[in-house]
């Protein structure tokens, strides 16, 4: 089974716009898990301009699914991490201004540090994801340093999809197969839609979890939040019609 972690930062945005606390993150993030999401996903950033560190205490007594936290491992998000103690935590090489994400680690030039990082989470009992692209010794590294999982960054996969999905989606199901081959977990996550998230589950059957926000969140402004989760669920082949 692929888990659907759904990411609620846009609704944090959306709610940021106004201030004020209308959309509710935790009643909306409580709402999804019961419409069917197997997990939560926050990614405060530093000036907090979407989730808020405050969202994810608040969240975390409150959820009843997996609870994945990612972000920069700078000394405020590791403390947050050791306070929290999610299931998961996603370490994500992005700078304090950055839009998005749009990269993964470059595991040899962070060799170290990522080491070092990811024993302290596991000394904390969670989880380690690290943000990776395609890069086969990218992912024999992230073995070797330690991580759980990886989570791929899919956008490339996603931009190229119309035009050639299998050529879009063989980069990713190479380096899933070598991920799964030395024993990480295979995470995904960055882009992915209604459009194309069926196809990478069928190319890639062992995948761990997605983590969607931007998209599902788009999509819901038109089928609603149920039954857009529903419609993710049934890409991944996790209900059936």
Not at 4 to 32: D, M, Q, W, Y
Not at 144 to 172: H, K, M, N, Q
């Amino acid at each position: 089974m692929t888990k659907l972690s759904v990411n609620v930062n846009k609704i944090a945005t959306l709610r940021n716009a106004r201030g004020g606390n209308t959309p509710n993150v935790l009643e909306l993030s409580l709402l999804i898990e019961g419409w069917g999401a197997d997990g939560i996903t926050v990614h405060p950033r530093p000036d907090e301009r979407h989730i808020r560190y405050q969202d994810v205490r608040d969240l975390k007594p409150r959820l009843r699914t997996e609870f994945n936290i990612e972000g920069n491992p700078i000394p405020e998000f590791m403390a947050l991490i050791e306070e929290i103690r999610p299931a998961q935590a996603t370490l994500v090489p992005d700078g304090p201004t950055q839009l998005t994400s749009d990269s993964g680690w470059d595991v040899a030039a962070h060799a170290d540090f990522l080491r070092s990082t990811i024993e302290q989470l596991h000394a904390w009992g969670v989880r380690a994801s690290i943000f990776v692209g395609t890069e086969l010794d990218n992912i024999r590294l992230a073995k070797e340093v330690g991580a759980d999982r990886i989570e791929l960054y899919t956008e490339p996969y996603a931009s190229a999809y119309a035009a050639d999905r299998a050529a879009a989606v063989a980069p990713f199901v190479r380096a899933a197969e070598l991920a799964h081959e030395l024993g990480l977990g295979i995470n995904a996550g960055h882009d992915l839609s209604l459009e194309n998230i069926a196809y990478l589950h069928e190319c890639i059957p062992y995948l761990d979890e997605v983590s969607i926000g931007h998209a599902l969140i788009s999509e819901a402004l038109i089928l609603g939040l149920p039954e857009t989760i529903r419609r993710y669920q049934l890409g991944l082949g996790n209900i059936s019609e």
